[in-house]
């Protein structure tokens, strides 16, 4: 027979799932809104950085850094999060929703080097030869594979969590739509050219993206599922 936990090994293990699930919950709130920062402080669609940095000045570029950088971290930690709320009435997709989330955001990190060099580049002075530079390492293989990985897991993983969240009732009916509706809508984007569409679309893509993130970090600070586990009985 195993011993049954003491009262300090119990609280322990009870702090620290506290811990998780106000880290979760602050993830899945900060990922909307440092992405909103990252795309708000450059104008345009982010198709010519090169053209949106110098236009943005230093206090834009600074915001954009900083909310590409914030972003690297929040966004995977925020739909693993989401995902996990789903791990016990849903397991299955639960985890493919937590790992194509993953799979997804991770490259993120990888492809705000784009803007990064993009920034440097203005700094430096534009060039024709720097210019030639940014377009080779944007559509060299590396890149390119991380950006379709990017496109593929991120966009799916949105309407998988949204999926579950609302079939669980994990979150109201109105914030899994949102939330869903962000892969879509964001789709959208690439095909149309017309800059005040895609402008319109940005700030409701953030929109819907913030509403559908508060329902489901309340449900995380509230959700069971990353609770203690029941004590060991003799």
């Not at 620290?16 to 919950?25: G, P």
């Not at 799916?156 to 739509?177: C, N």
Request: aromatic residues 10%; glycine residues 6%.
């Amino acid at each position: 027979m195993k011993p049954s936990p003491s009262h300090s090994e119990q609280a322990r293990v009870s702090t620290a799932f506290t811990f998780q699930r106000y880290a979760f919950s602050a993830c899945i709130i900060l990922a909307p809104l440092s992405i909103t920062l990252y795309l708000v402080s450059w104008e345009g669609n982010g198709r010519a950085p090169l053209l949106a940095s110098a236009m943005a000045g230093p206090t834009g570029n600074t915001l954009h850094l900083i909310g590409a950088v914030a972003a690297s971290f929040f966004l995977p930690l925020g739909y693993l999060g989401m995902s996990l709320l789903g791990m016990r009435a849903a397991p299955w997709l639960a985890t493919i929703s937590a790992a194509l989330s993953l799979v997804g955001w991770i490259p993120w990190a990888a492809l705000i080097s784009l803007d990064d060099l993009a920034y440097d580049i203005v700094q430096t002075g534009i060039t024709p030869q720097l210019a030639a530079l940014w377009n080779h390492f944007n559509s060299d293989a590396v890149m390119t594979t991380y950006l379709l990985i990017y496109i593929i897991g991120h966009l799916t993983s949105a309407v998988l969590i949204g999926f579950m969240l609302g079939r669980l009732r994990l979150v109201p009916a109105w914030a899994a739509w949102a939330f869903a509706l962000t892969s879509p809508l964001t789709i959208l984007i690439f095909p149309v050219h017309n800059l005040v569409f895609q402008d319109v679309l940005k700030y409701l893509i953030c929109a819907l993206w913030i509403i559908g993130a508060i329902p489901a970090a309340l449900a995380m600070l509230k959700n069971k599922d990353l609770a203690q586990p029941a004590p060991s009985q003799v």
